[in-house]
Each structure stands twice: as C-alpha cells, then as structure tokens.
C-alpha cells in the first residue's frame, strides 16, 4: 500500500499526544503487558520475586514494542478504519495524523523496546519479541487478515506470546510451563474475537474483510464459537494435570470457564448481537481472571 502524506491538521500538544496514545491501542496494549507480567511471576519460584529492575524493563519494552504493533496495523488498515463503525474514529481515518506521522511513531516507540529489551533484559527476550511484532504486524495484518477467515487462529499465534517473553524476560528460557500458557490464550483468541465479528459482520462485509462470519455464514461461526470454546475449556485443565497449578487454579479454570461454555452454548442456540456483545466482554473478563488465578494459585498452593 503507497504511504500517504497527508498533512494532519495541527492540535494543541495535549491533544496530539492523545493521538497518538490512542493510535497504540492502549487497552489491547494492557491486557498484553498484564499476561506478560503474569508469565514474570509465574517464572519466578513460589515465595519470591521477579527482580525489579529486570520486571520493569521488560514490561515498559513489551508495552512500547506492543504499542509499535498496533500503530502499523493502524497504519496498514486505514482504509478499512475508515470503513468500519467500530474504527473509523481512529486518528488516521479521522484525518488527526497522517501515515508518515504513524510510521515514524512506530519506529521510534518500537525500536526503543527492543533496545530496552536487548540492552536491560536480555537477547532471548529481544528477539522474541520482534518475531512477535512481525507476526501480528506483518504476518497477520499484511499477509493474512485480507486473505483468509482462518486468519484470527493462525495470527493468534503472535497474541499469544505474551507469557511466553514474560517467562523469557525472567529466566532467559521458554519452558513447557510457558508454552502452556502460550496454548491457552492461543485457543482463546478464536471465540474471543469470532463473537466480535458475528456483531460486526455488516462492518467487516463492507470492508472486503473476509472474516469468517462473511465467508462461511453466522450459524457456522457459531458453532466454531462452541467448539473452540470446548477445546479452551480443556486447554485450560492443563496446567493442573501437569502439576503447573494446584486446585485453586483449577477451581477457577472450571467456574469461569463453565460460564464461557454457557455463553458459547446459549449463542449458538438463541443468537442475538447482544448476546454476542456480551460474550466478546466476558471473554477478556475470562482471561484476564484465569491467569490472575494462575498468579494467585503460585503463591498460594494448597495441592
């Protein structure tokens, strides 16, 4: 796509920088960095902590090389911002800043993560991370979203890695026990943003966007939803039936996932937006309760 420089109209500087904050996607960047620091923890032996100086660096390295990511799919989907009702009040459709301003932002924000990360963590971490941004940035954004409906599991991969370089950032290595968490969140990512797109069909349609409620229709997506949820639901016992966890975790995985198969189950038999609305919801409320259960079962083990 040719890079468009277009000028942006000039704001008072509280504002701009507002503008670019939000470019970032600040709320995606949080729930990344939260399951990063997790993975910090959950790497360090039960009764210590991770060292300080190396959780801080590496969580503002992750956040900013995070950031960096979702300005360049900011940058690449404009037109398709543009398009959709959920986007279109992004400071690149709205005309707050232009593509060169974006990519210089993202340059800048990304290659200073990675320095932090190199230089204050270590190289493990650094290039893990990278890979992770290609992977969402170009692998995802560019290469597959505009091509395939099965771009949200196979680009899944990159948003799944942030345990993964937490784990990394505290013992320089990546574990079985990472690559669980890794799985979980991998098989979370598909009825995670699948119920997104079943009330978002008519935006992503009118953009060219082939999600998979587009190409294979709402009741197929559906019944993916209650799939992939039952797989979770089983990825999730894992770390339990590997001796990672102990029961507090595992009465939390049943609870809270049991309630994620009701979504799934009641939207695939009685479908409204608004049940899909509140299943996308519940979703995040879901992982970011499952791992603070991991947190809370490493530090207080009664199995």
């Known amino acids: ?36 620091v997790i993975g910090m923890f959950l790497a360090t032996p039960a009764g210590q902590l991770p060292a300080a100086a190396v959780m ?38 709205r005309g707050q800043l232009n593509s060169a301003q974006a990519l210089t932002f993202a340059i800048l924000v ?27 940035a170009v692998v995802y954004t560019v290469l597959l979203k505009p091509r395939t409906p099965q771009n949200i599991v196979i680009g899944g991969a990159s948003g799944a890695m942030p345990p993964v370089l937490g784990w990394a950032a505290v013992t320089g290595t990546v574990p ?33 966007v082939p999600m998979l409620p587009v190409t294979h229709g709402r009741s197929y997506t559906q019944l993916q939803v209650l799939l992939y949820t039952l797989i ?15 029961w507090i975790y595992l ?22 937006d608004a049940l899909a609305r509140r299943t996308f919801r519940y979703s995040i409320v879901y992982l970011s309760l499952l791992f603070a259960a991991l947190l809370v079962d490493h530090y207080v083990r009664i199995g």
């Open 251 to 272: 009465a939390a995985a049943v609870a809270l996932g049991g309630l994620f198969l009701a979504y799934a189950w009641q939207l695939f038999r009685d479908y409204s």
């Open 1 to 36: 796509m040719p890079m468009q420089i277009v000028s942006a109209p000039r704001a008072p500087f509280r504002h701009r920088v507002a503008q670019y904050y939000a470019l970032a996607k600040p709320r995606v960047v949080q729930l990344i960095v939260f399951c990063a």
């Open 56 to 93: 801080l660096a590496a969580t503002v390295g992750i956040a900013l090389v995070a950031g960096a990511a979702a300005v360049m799919n900011c940058l690449v989907e404009q037109q398709i911002d543009a398009v959709m009702a959920r986007t279109r009040g992004r400071p690149l459709p």
């Open 176 to 208: 079985p026990e990472a690559l669980l968490l890794f799985l979980i969140i991998f098989a979370w990512t598909p009825p995670h943003f699948w119920a997104l797109a079943l009330y978002r069909t008519g935006d992503y349609a009118k953009a060219g």
């Open 110 to 136: 990304g290659g200073a993560g990675l320095l932090v990360l190199y230089a204050l963590v270590n190289p493990l971490t650094m290039w893990l991370t990278f890979g992770t941004f290609v992977g969402y």
């Open 232 to 246: 979770l639901f089983a990825v999730s016992l894992l770390p339990f039936a590997c001796g990672m966890s102990g």
